[in-house]
């Protein structure tokens, strides 16, 4: 299976001549969505979810669904009857031949003031990546690859560390890193590479790797 990195959250998911994108927000380059048979969206902040990107998507391929939680799916799902799926904590589906499993109810706490919005995670094809959203939730099974949120108004560098250190993944790729200036980049590199106690990379947008 072949990993895109795209800007900030969003990576795309290539096997057997189909596509997966996940959370093509609006740091996320415009053709982000461009060729994708299936999008699934973690929440609705619009890092995440863009609606214009999604309506791309399905506009430009007849066949192309998405799969996404209930208050994003309220906001798309009018537009394209029957192309927009409802999921949830627990759910299992296949989507373009990508196997899902959803794990997670809440997003991270930003602050107590601000009431806290739905986020789920995938796992995708039996662990092979796992993509959190917004939040350090731990799937409960084993993940190869974790796509690790880096650098959010949310979280520090010790969650971080500790959510590696937790999920005990073969190998971590950053996203959530639209926010991290390329000074700073060098020490995550160092601290989550030396203490999460997994193989950590980092990719630019547009870098791939065989997952």
């Known amino acids: 299976m072949k990993l895109t990195k795209k800007s ?15 959370d093509p927000g609006m740091f996320t380059e415009e053709d982000a969505t461009v060729g994708a048979d299936a999008v699934l969206v973690t929440h609705e902040h619009p890092d995440h979810f863009d609606e214009g990107r999604l309506r791309a998507a399905l506009e430009a391929n007849p066949a192309a669904e998405i799969w996404t939680l ?3 799916a309220e906001q798309i799902s009018a537009a394209f009857p029957g192309r927009v799926h409802t999921v949830g904590h627990g759910d299992t589906f296949t989507a373009a031949g990508f196997d899902v499993q959803v794990h997670g109810e809440l997003h991270a706490v930003i602050h107590p003031d601000i009431p806290r919005v739905t986020n789920v995670g995938y796992l995708v094809e039996g662990g092979k990546v796992f993509h959190p959203g917004d939040a350090l939730t731990v799937p409960g099974q084993p993940v190869e690859t974790l796509m690790l949120p880096v650098m959010a108004p949310w979280n520090k560098i010790s969650e971080v560390i500790d959510y590696v250190r937790e999920v005990k993944p073969r190998r971590a790729y950053d996203i959530h890193d639209a926010l991290l200036t390329d000074l700073a980049r060098p020490v995550y590199d160092r601290q989550i590479g030396a203490l999460g106690g997994a193989d950590h990379q980092r990719l630019a947008p547009g870098g791939t790797a065989e997952v």
């Open 70 to 72: 209930r208050s994003v």
């Open 8 to 22: 900030h959250a969003c990576v795309r998911l290539q096997k057997d001549g189909r596509t997966l994108v996940i």
